[in-house]
């Protein structure tokens, strides 16, 4: 008992440590009452969390005072976040209503509180709602965009402290994070969040390749400290003489962006070159700033050589989410390319701290940008025709991807994302001359609607009044407007064809004398394997079906099973939970041994073989599917439908065997097929499903299928096959399926 008296006490100092720490981050803004406001904030917090602790053991006070702290220091928020940051958690979690945060903190206060109480994860067994959730919060940027940037603090420091927290709800919280939470941060300018939160999530998912990169990383640290000394020292002095105030050091580039380089471009740690970059921060006034920066450009590359290809002048044109700078790439002494990012102190303040930093320099020209973009996100939340799931998947890939700039016929600036067409152009504009547009004169040369448009184009829309939106233009499209938009009107289409298909439907089956009702209907959509009775609608107007099978259908009527179409049933799902629980240890599948009790496959999208990290999904018809955890389909199954993700783990069974993927390039040869095929078949005594093979110009790459164990058997054959002579680098591959098994 007396030990416990004591860590009370030890904790109080501590919470109040903690306080104090939080106060001073808080300093640089604070006005006159604020401390007061802070402080009563702080102690409703503490009041009302007093009885709760963290899975960690942890007072919880301790995780809104880190929400807090990040959000004054690592986003550069104000008093009134702070104080949201401190209660975010009291009305979900206390008896604290918001009439109370009203009364004691003001309107403006308990909105944000509103806000972020919305939004906090509620799961239920209903696929869209958490799609459904994701929407609500960037529906808040159009009231308050304080409320993201507190719900990212609180998700920052979740997954700094997740340790506790057990398997499969880290996996699930990781794999949010890396869908909607790190491209949110992105967007906003927070590259510096969006970085740790991807190396937090990726620390969860895919453990064993974050501890390896890390320990090689740190493995030639020193050697790296080295060489970025060697290759600044020769133009640090030259600046300083040329009379500009400059901070120079080299940056190492996260963990995951060196991970994504790897998969992308398919090669091993080693052939990573750029593990960092060198930052050039200049300290000028305003006026100076640009000129300042090119200046250092001209300093750097008087001494490197850069390539003419990687130049990027974020500065004349800073990205739609406010980020200016300079970079370039440069071959340093010892032939390896180099980047450098050359900026100001108040454009690095922009980078880092995003949004937030923008409203202290409000005579920056970024402003506009966001603001375009914030009103842009109005524009598109506000089309409730868009499925909610639909929309999120266009508006992350919205969130992510670079834009390039476009002019007018006027010369007026529109942005757009990379590889957008003169489609998106169009309804980027506006929605009528995209639904009308027939083709574009890019630089006053003719194009097709799906023209690819390069930065700089001038773009003329073409329009006809004739013209309707295409099922078709949905594959190339890019912008999220363009493809709401055409969804909608191709969806308003069939609506009134199938309008159309109904009434035919009504006079046929009259002279036929069988009743029209609703059970007919179904009947009739199921006799002719449609998912919906309007898709049998449309396919009668569009002359699709024989109407003559109608007959056929009145005399195969008996036989017919009387039975709704299958739909996605929460009960369903629900006794599949069950019975993957059912006197189990940790709820856990167990792939191998549950196989006759229970109906489960191993996904082809990422072919998983045991010795992965796997979880599996429920889907509705088609059993249980095993996914690997880094599969391209996992952060969207999980974060969507977190409820139907079940714990796998593998049992031993060496006898069967999986089928996996093997990428292998090297020097073409001859002979090498046939000792690649001798190494696998006859050495290894694996089977070879399938071999693809492309020769080019003497280098050869290969793709083939193979049956293997498991992860080790796999890793033993990859070194075996690397030792064959020419053979450059063999690496395991997943089939790149885009299809995502959702309902299915
Ligand atoms: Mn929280």
């Known amino acids: 008992m007396n030990e416990l008296v004591i860590d009370l006490e030890?904790?109080?100092?501590?919470?109040?440590?903690?306080?104090?720490?939080?106060?001073?981050?808080?300093?640089?803004a604070m006005q006159k009452g604020d401390k007061r406001m802070i402080r009563q904030a702080f102690d409703m917090a503490l009041e009302s969390h007093k009885d709760m602790r963290r899975k960690s053991g942890e007072p919880y006070i301790y995780h809104p005072i880190a929400v807090a702290q990040i959000a004054a220091e690592e986003i550069g928020l104000g008093t009134t976040s702070i104080v949201c940051a401190l209660l975010h958690d009291v009305v979900e979690d206390t008896d604290i209503t918001l009439e109370d945060i009203e009364r004691e903190f003001g309107k403006k206060v308990a909105k944000i509180i509103d806000g972020l109480t919305k939004i906090s994860g509620v799961f239920d067994y209903n696929s869209s709602l958490q799609a459904e959730n994701f929407r609500k919060m960037l529906l808040t940027l159009a009231d308050d965009v304080r409320v993201i940037l507190i719900k990212l603090a609180d998700r920052l420091h979740n997954m700094r402290t997740m340790d506790f927290m057990p398997r499969d709800k880290q996996l699930k919280i990781s794999s949010e994070t890396v869908y909607l939470y790190a491209p949110l941060a992105h967007r906003l300018g927070l590259y510096a969040m969006k970085s740790e939160l991807?190396?937090?999530?990726?620390?969860?998912?895919?453990?064993?390749?974050?501890?390896?990169?890390?320990?090689?990383?740190?493995?030639?640290?020193?050697?790296?400290?080295?060489?970025?000394?060697?290759?600044?020292?020769?133009?640090?002095?030259?600046?300083?003489?040329?009379?500009?105030?400059?901070?120079?050091?080299?940056?190492?580039?996260?963990?995951?962006?060196?991970?994504?380089?790897?998969?992308?471009?398919?090669?091993?740690?080693?052939?990573?070159?750029?593990?960092?970059?060198?930052?050039?921060?200049?300290?000028?006034?305003l006026e100076n700033e640009k000129a300042d920066c090119w200046k250092a450009y001209s300093i750097v590359t008087d001494l490197y050589r850069p390539n003419p290809d990687r130049l990027r002048d974020w500065i004349s044109s800073p990205k739609a989410n406010g980020y200016e700078s300079l970079h370039t790439t440069v071959m340093g002494s010892k032939g390896q390319w180099v980047e450098v990012q050359i900026r100001t102190k108040r454009m690095n303040e922009i980078a880092e701290k995003g949004f937030a930093a923008h409203w202290k320099y409000k005579e920056s020209a970024a402003d506009t940008a966001l603001d375009q973009w914030i009103h842009k996100v109005r524009e598109l939340l506000s089309n409730p025709e868009s499925n909610a799931l639909d929309f999120l998947d266009e508006f992350k890939m919205n969130l992510f991807s670079d834009e390039i700039f476009i002019f007018t016929p006027k010369g007026a600036l529109i942005q757009l994302p990379v590889h957008a067409?003169?489609?998106?152009f169009a309804f980027e504009i506006h929605s009528d001359l995209g639904a009308k547009c027939i083709g574009a004169k890019v630089n006053h040369k003719l194009v097709p609607l799906s023209y690819k448009l390069q930065n700089g184009d001038q773009v003329e829309i073409l329009a006809s009044n004739k013209q309707t939106p295409k099922e078709d233009w949905l594959s190339f499209v890019v912008t999220a407007k363009a493809k709401a938009r055409i969804k909608s009107a191709l969806k308003e289409e069939k609506r009134r064809a199938a309008e159309e298909g109904k009434e035919i439907l009504e006079r046929k089956l009259k002279s036929l004398k069988i009743t029209y009702n609703t059970d007919n209907i179904n009947k009739l959509t199921l006799y002719f394997k449609y998912p919906a009775p309007i898709d049998l609608f449309y396919n009668i107007a569009k002359g699709n079906i024989d109407l003559g099978s109608l007959k056929e259908f009145q005399s195969a009527e008996k036989t017919v099973e009387t039975r709704t179409p299958e739909r996605i049933e929460a009960a369903q799902i629900e006794g599949i939970i069950n019975k993957v629980k059912a006197g189990k240890e940790n709820n856990t599948l167990l792939i191998g041994e549950d196989m006759q009790k229970l109906d489960y496959k191993l996904s082809n999208c990422c072919n998983p073989i045991p010795g992965d990290d796997v979880f599996g999904f429920i889907t509705v018809s088609d059993g249980i599917k095993i996914?690997?955890?880094?599969?391209?389909?996992?952060?969207?199954?999980?974060?969507?439908?977190?409820?139907?993700?079940?714990?796998?783990?593998?049992?031993?069974?060496?006898?069967?065997?999986?089928?996996?993927?093997?990428?292998?390039?090297?020097?073409?040869?001859?002979?090498?097929?046939?000792?690649?095929?001798?190494?696998?078949?006859?050495?290894?005594?694996?089977?070879?499903?399938?071999?693809?093979?492309?020769?080019?110009?003497?280098?050869?790459?290969?793709?083939?299928?193979?049956?293997?164990?498991?992860?080790?058997?796999?890793?033993?054959?990859?070194?075996?096959?690397?030792?064959?002579?020419?053979?450059t680098s063999v690496t395991r591959y997943d089939s790149e399926s885009k299809n995502l098994e959702i309902a299915s």
């Not at 030890?10 to 981050?25: S, T």
């Not at 999530?201 to 060489?227: D, P, Q, V």
Request: include cysteine.
């Open 627 to 727: 996914h690997r955890t880094t599969c391209p389909n996992a952060a969207k199954l999980m974060s969507n439908f977190g409820y139907r993700v079940v714990k796998a783990k593998w049992t031993s069974q060496k006898e069967l065997a999986f089928l996996t993927g093997l990428r292998i390039r090297g020097i073409d040869d001859v002979g090498l097929i046939n000792q690649l095929t001798t190494v696998i078949s006859h050495d290894f005594k694996v089977n070879i499903r399938s071999i693809t093979i492309d020769s080019n110009e003497g280098i050869f790459e290969g793709a083939i299928m193979v049956y293997v164990n498991d992860t080790q058997h796999l890793e033993n054959l990859i070194k075996k096959l690397k030792q064959v002579k020419g053979v």
């Open 421 to 424: 067409t003169a489609l998106d």
């Open 198 to 285: 991807e190396d937090l999530a990726m620390k969860y998912m895919e453990s064993e390749t974050y501890k390896f990169i890390a320990k090689k990383l740190n493995e030639k640290k020193a050697e790296r400290e080295l060489y970025i000394k060697e290759f600044i020292e020769p133009f640090k002095n030259i600046l300083i003489e040329q009379g500009l105030k400059a901070e120079v050091y080299g940056r190492p580039k996260s963990i995951h962006s060196i991970w994504n380089k790897m998969r992308k471009k398919g090669i091993p740690f080693e052939e990573v070159y750029d593990l960092f970059a060198i930052r050039i921060i200049l300290d000028s006034s």
């Open 10 to 28: 030890a904790e109080k100092k501590e919470i109040l440590k903690r306080y104090r720490a939080l106060l001073r981050a808080c300093k640089p």
